[in-house]
């Protein structure tokens, strides 16, 4: 189980809800939070089509 702390703090999310949780609040969040998950889910072996055809490593 997830327990808020700080801004959460009183909120509770049990282990099998987490996954679900996550998503409705980036879906559901500011557009702050929605870019900054993006930017970390692309993050890996992803690259914007205006780079792509520079030179990379795998």
Known sequence: MY??????????VPDKEA???ALE???NGQPKEQKEFLEWYY???WIKEEDYG????C
């Open 43 to 45: 993050s890996g072996d």
């Open 25 to 27: 609040r980036i879906e």
């Open 54 to 57: 520079r030179d990379y490593e």
């Open 3 to 12: 327990v808020g702390i700080c801004t959460e703090a009183g909120k509770t």
């Open 19 to 21: 996954f679900q949780y």
